[in-house]
């Protein structure tokens, strides 16, 4: 199967942020002419509140304005300043970096990798654009196995010779292009641990399928990267997670973005995302020792407590998400994934896995 996406079909071009920048500063440099304070005005976006009747996504929710009037955003505006200048000179060279690139052009200014990603989220909301679009790439760490074919910046990633040999997910995933699959369905999972697990299984060559992993909280370009398989090849796709408060946390952030990038969250959260497991409820069902539950300490719990009052559990999710997290909560408990392997090494792939799947066992 293949396909064209359209995720980014409306994404502006480097001519058109170019010139934004060229009117942005040129209105600074006017109000500072005539005596003014130049104000910037940043929109506040969020994915997810406590208030079950509203909606978080891709509006504004409200404004922040930066001027040189107030003494503590005047570092912040000097920050925002310096990152643009290094962004208007990727954009007019063609040229790419990365935030630690950014940042170590004025280490002794930026003083700390966080300024400059607040910087540049700053920018993307003032441009109204993605971060890939300023030239600015995330260093990926997302694999990606199985039937599976594309190309990127000319070169050719051949997954289906070798279905269950690790890929790197491609960084500039704008450039990815003749995608072809003959996979069944793709399947997320959260650890690379679980996806070496399957590889060693030989787990997409007997299931037809396409196996991905962000190894722990994902990165950009491996959620882009699932945004475009999803709208070229028109795939399910399921994610396998730890029963746990940060597996689900994980599980959320596919499905529907996190909060620091959530002024770019139509393009990064993938609503097709289906919950395969593992469920609170799968410690019964498939039978683990109580020796394999570990308790939730304070912190897991103060974590799945705030979790359950996110307004997407209310308005957006299915149900049996917030029922499963709240028998977490009651049971106290939670297991990894691994935590199958005490019934046969390969129980994941050739028993929980397989009966998810022909259950039809997935939320």
């Known amino acids: 199967m293949e396909g064209r996406h359209s995720r980014w079909n409306s994404q502006p071009r480097p001519r058109d942020l170019l010139r934004k920048i060229r009117e942005f500063t040129r209105a600074m440099v006017e109000d500072?002419?005539?005596?003014?304070?130049?104000?910037?005005?940043?929109?506040?976006?969020?994915?997810?509140?406590?208030?079950?009747?509203?909606?978080?996504?891709?509006?504004?929710?409200?404004?922040?304005?930066?001027?040189?009037?107030?003494?503590?955003?005047v570092r912040r505006l000097d920050v925002f300043l310096r990152v643009l200048l290094i962004v208007q000179q990727l954009l007019q060279e063609n040229k790419h970096g990365s935030k630690r690139d950014v940042y170590y052009m004025h280490p002794s200014i930026f003083s700390d990798q966080s300024v400059v990603d607040r910087a540049i989220n700053d920018i993307c909301i003032l441009l109204h654009c993605s971060r890939h679009n300023l030239n600015v790439v995330s260093v990926g760490k997302g694999l990606?196995?199985?039937?599976?074919?594309?190309?990127?910046?000319?070169?050719?990633?051949?997954?289906?010779?070798?279905?269950?040999?690790?890929?790197?997910?491609?960084?500039?995933?704008?450039?990815?292009?003749?995608?072809?699959?003959?996979?069944?369905?793709?399947l997320v999972v959260e650890k690379e641990s679980v996806f070496?697990?399957?590889?060693?299984?030989?787990?997409?060559?007997?299931?037809?399928c396409i196996?991905?992993?962000?190894?722990?909280?994902?990165?950009?370009?491996?959620?882009?990267?699932?945004?475009?398989?999803?709208?070229?090849?028109?795939?399910?796709?399921?994610?396998?997670?730890?029963?746990?408060?940060?597996g689900f946390d994980i599980l959320s952030i596919y499905r529907f973005g996190s909060m620091q990038m959530a002024y770019d969250a139509k393009f990064l959260r993938v609503p097709e995302v289906l919950w395969l497991g593992a469920f609170p409820s799968d410690s019964d069902k498939y039978g683990l020792p109580q020796q394999c539950l570990l308790p939730l300490t304070v912190e897991d719990k103060r974590k799945t407590e705030a979790m359950l009052?996110?307004?997407?559990?209310?308005?957006?999710?299915?149900?049996?998400?917030?029922?499963?997290?709240?028998?977490?909560?009651?049971?106290?408990?939670?297991?990894?994934?691994?935590?199958?392997?005490?019934?046969?090494?390969?129980?994941?792939?050739?028993?929980?896995?397989?009966?998810?799947?022909?259950?039809?066992?997935?939320?």
């Open 144 to 186: 990606v196995m199985g039937w599976l074919r594309f190309s990127e910046a000319g070169n050719v990633f051949d997954c289906i010779n070798r279905p269950n040999t690790a890929f790197p997910v491609p960084i500039h995933v704008e450039e990815v292009k003749d995608i072809v699959s003959v996979a069944r369905y793709i």
């Open 196 to 208: 070496q697990r399957l590889a060693n299984d030989q787990f997409c060559n007997k299931n037809h």
């Open 309 to 363: 009052l996110r307004c997407y559990l209310q308005r957006e999710a299915p149900p049996h998400w917030r029922l499963e997290l709240q028998l977490m909560l009651e049971r106290g408990v939670k297991f990894e994934l691994e935590a199958l392997s005490v019934h046969k090494l390969n129980y994941l792939s050739e028993v929980y896995i397989p009966s998810k799947l022909q259950g039809g066992v997935h939320i």
């Open 32 to 73: 500072l002419s005539n005596g003014r304070s130049p104000e910037i005005f940043i929109d506040r976006f969020r994915n997810y509140c406590t208030n079950p009747d509203s909606n978080c996504f891709d509006s504004p929710k409200g404004q922040e304005i930066l001027t040189l009037r107030r003494t503590s955003h």
């Open 211 to 246: 196996v991905t992993t962000g190894r722990g909280y994902p990165d950009i370009p491996t959620r882009r990267f699932l945004g475009l398989l999803v709208d070229t090849l028109h795939l399910p796709i399921y994610c396998l997670v730890d029963c746990d408060p940060y």
